[in-house]
């Protein structure tokens, strides 16, 4: 089944715990990116990438890293976590950057950081 | 800039039809989407159509947009209360790898 996997779903960290968010996608999609949502704000966009080694910042990079190894793996870094990043996180793929394909999301990440 | 506008309530009675409106600044968008967002679910989507579109229609779904106005509505008749749900309008831009995303409007089902 075609999906994007994120880890966990649900998270309570406190301030300064550096966390790791994984995101996998089975598609052999090359486009990936992390969106957080935030009530009233809809979802911004935090990082992206175009392809393996190929990462670029969204609207909302502070405080967040990426990486991206391997095609499939798109891990979101928060190395000093803190109370402002409290959100919903979402991974999503598509084939390519451009605006003619689909993209999937992932069911979500809850972060809470206390 | 690039930026999606839509508004946060809507409230139907049970088997009348729901319209969610969407606005847009960017007139260079090459598809624009609907999504939609059950309570602790993700995002999934419900239909998109083309900026060279007018109309797209798929069941109970059917969008319109007006590229004049820069307008874009998801009409879904016989609504039901398995269409409770947060609906965003987003854009995808030919000029940029993201999509921007409205904030989402909350349909809520009256019986």
């Known amino acids: 089944e075609a999906q994007v996997t994120q880890n966990p779903r649900y998270l309570i960290t406190v301030t300064g715990k550096k966390l790791t968010v994984t995101c996998s996608q089975n598609m052999n999609h090359e486009y990936m990116s992390w969106y957080r949502q935030d009530p009233g704000l809809g979802l911004r966009q935090i990082y992206y990438s175009m392809n393996v080694e190929v990462t670029d910042k969204g609207d909302v990079p502070e405080g967040y890293k990426v990486s991206r190894k391997e095609k499939r793996n798109f891990p979101l870094i928060l190395e000093s976590p803190s109370p402002n990043q409290t959100s919903l996180y979402f991974c999503a793929s598509s084939p390519t950057g451009q605006g003619n394909t689909e993209a999937f999301f992932g069911q979500g990440t809850r972060l809470t950081v206390v | 800039g690039e930026d999606v506008e839509q508004s946060l309530f809507l409230s139907v009675r049970e088997g009348d039809s729901s319209v969610i409106n969407c606005t847009y600044t960017?007139?260079?968008?090459?598809?624009l989407y609907w999504y939609k967002q059950e309570p602790g679910a993700g995002l999934q989507l419900l239909t998109y159509i083309f900026s060279n579109m007018d109309m797209k229609q798929d069941q109970r779904l059917t969008v319109l947009l007006n590229k004049k106005d820069k307008h874009l509505s998801l009409r879904i008749a016989d609504t039901q209360t398995g269409d409770s749900a947060i609906y965003f309008c987003a854009a995808r831009y030919s000029s940029a790898s993201k999509i921007i995303f409205g904030s989402g409007t909350r349909l809520s089902i009256r019986p």
């Open positions: 960017d007139s260079s968008s090459t598809y």
